[in-house]
């Protein structure tokens, strides 16, 4: 068999977005609503919350979710071998999340329990709120784990799991990997919240981490330019800030380079950083100078968030004048 490009390896979640005319509902129904930012919710308040949402707001999508699944799916528009590696519930949801992934390697998805959901929700002026209620992906088994898939990629792409057991897997099963696959990390906020030395085993493996400037912050409690300097003392060679409409700063042990950003009309920002990963990744697998992997991310970034949840994914285009941008 041909040998993937990039594997993901992370939550494999239902993601449904809602639109809501004032992210103020959500406080309003004991709810703690920062825009910008993930929590993490008990089970059992997926109903209350689902039931609110559906009499104040608008569903405008239903997605196929989880950090490394969207990067997985983004890298094969870009015309990459991709795949998948986690755990998906053993029903309908479960069903359909993986229908949202045609086409990539589904060889190493371990089908068990309920699908793990995360609700988005998007405020009129785009500030958004993302509620995630965790799944069977909290309860991966180390013997699960398909290291043949992992191990027969050429990069593995890691995204936040929710508890120390499915990181701690995620840990034992980098450090399994030959030298030659390359390891990438997304900490996402669930693990940036934990802190750097909590991560030091992951780190220590990491080639790329990827992460905003406010999760750089939290994994440091440093602002994000010293913090991604310090960093990359924990094991990564590179290390992407990611800043939103103000672009992106690539940070090396030798140079620092800018990212200028690619203006475009928002109508959603879910899973534009996992996009953007898609793109700088791409053009890491492709041999091209970082400079140019992160204009890659840039435009692919932009090219997203055109449209709610994968619609806008873009294509193999991005790579298009790559020279020239």
């Given at each position: 068999?041909?040998r993937?490009?990039?594997?993901?390896?992370?939550?494999?979640?239902?993601?449904?977005?809602?639109?809501?005319?004032?992210?103020?509902?959500?406080?309003?129904?004991?709810?703690?609503?920062?825009?910008?930012?993930?929590?993490?919710?008990?089970?059992?308040?997926?109903?209350?919350?689902?039931?609110?949402?559906?009499?104040?707001?608008?569903?405008?999508?239903?997605?196929?979710?989880?950090?490394?699944?969207?990067?997985?799916?983004?890298?094969?528009?870009?015309?990459?071998?991709?795949?998948?590696?986690?755990?998906?519930?053993a029903?309908?949801?479960?069903?359909?999340?993986?229908?949202?992934?045609?086409?990539?390697?589904?060889?190493?998805?371990?089908?068990?329990?309920?699908?793990?959901?995360?609700?988005?929700?998007?405020?009129?002026?785009?500030?958004?709120?993302?509620f995630?209620?965790?799944?069977?992906?909290?309860?991966?088994?180390p013997?699960?784990?398909?290291?043949?898939?992992?191990?027969?990629?050429?990069?593995?792409?890691?995204?936040?799991?929710?508890?120390?057991?499915?990181?701690?897997?995620?840990?034992?099963?980098?450090?399994?990997?030959?030298?030659?696959?390359?390891?990438?990390?997304?900490?996402?906020?669930?693990?940036?919240?934990?802190?750097?030395?909590?991560?030091?085993?992951?780190?220590?493996?990491?080639?790329?981490?990827?992460?905003?400037?406010?999760e750089?912050?939290?994994?440091?409690?440093?602002?994000w330019?010293?913090?991604?300097?310090?960093?990359?003392?924990?094991?990564?060679?590179?290390?992407?800030?990611?800043?939103?409409?103000?672009?992106?700063?690539?940070?090396?042990?030798?140079?620092?380079?800018?990212?200028?950003?690619?203006?475009?009309?928002?109508?959603?920002?879910?899973?534009?950083?996992?996009?953007?990963?898609?793109?700088?990744?791409?053009?890491?697998?492709?041999?091209?100078?970082?400079?140019?992997?992160?204009?890659?991310?840039?435009?692919?970034?932009?090219?997203?968030?055109?449209?709610?949840?994968?619609?806008?994914?873009?294509?193999?285009?991005?790579?298009?004048?790559?020279?020239?941008?």
């Amino acid at each position: 068999m041909t040998r993937l490009d990039l594997v993901g390896f992370g939550a494999l979640n239902l993601d449904l977005v809602y639109r809501v005319a004032d992210l103020g509902l959500l406080w309003r129904a004991g709810l703690e609503a920062i825009p910008g930012r993930e929590a993490v919710l008990p089970r059992e308040e997926l109903p209350h919350v689902l039931a609110l949402l559906s009499s104040e707001g608008r569903l405008v999508a239903r997605e196929g979710g989880g950090s490394a699944a969207n990067t997985a799916v983004a890298c094969a528009r870009l015309g990459l071998r991709a795949g998948v590696v986690g755990r998906v519930g053993a029903d309908e949801d479960g069903d359909f999340v993986l229908r949202t992934m045609a086409g990539l390697d589904l060889r190493g998805v371990v089908r068990a329990g309920r699908t793990g959901c995360s609700l988005v929700v998007l405020g009129p002026e785009g500030d958004r709120c993302i509620f995630v209620f965790p799944g069977t992906d909290w309860d991966p088994e180390p013997a699960e784990v398909d290291l043949g898939v992992l191990g027969g990629a050429r990069l593995v792409h890691l995204s936040s799991l929710v508890g120390p057991g499915p990181r701690l897997v995620q840990q034992e099963a980098v450090a399994a990997l030959p030298p030659e696959v390359v390891v990438s990390l997304d900490p996402g906020e669930i693990y940036a919240r934990l802190g750097a030395a909590a991560l030091e085993g992951l780190l220590r493996r990491t080639a790329f981490l990827l992460a905003t400037a406010e999760e750089v912050a939290m994994l440091t409690g440093r602002e994000w330019e010293e913090g991604a300097r310090e960093l990359l003392g924990f094991g990564p060679e590179v290390v992407v800030v990611r800043r939103g409409a103000l672009g992106a700063t690539i940070f090396t042990a030798r140079r620092e380079w800018a990212v200028p950003p690619v203006p475009a009309e928002v109508v959603d920002t879910t899973g534009a950083g996992d996009v953007f990963n898609a793109g700088f990744l791409a053009g890491v697998l492709r041999g091209y100078p970082l400079e140019v992997c992160g204009r890659l991310a840039a435009r692919a970034a932009a090219a997203s968030l055109k449209g709610y949840g994968r619609t806008r994914y873009p294509g193999p285009e991005v790579f298009d004048g790559r020279n020239r941008i």
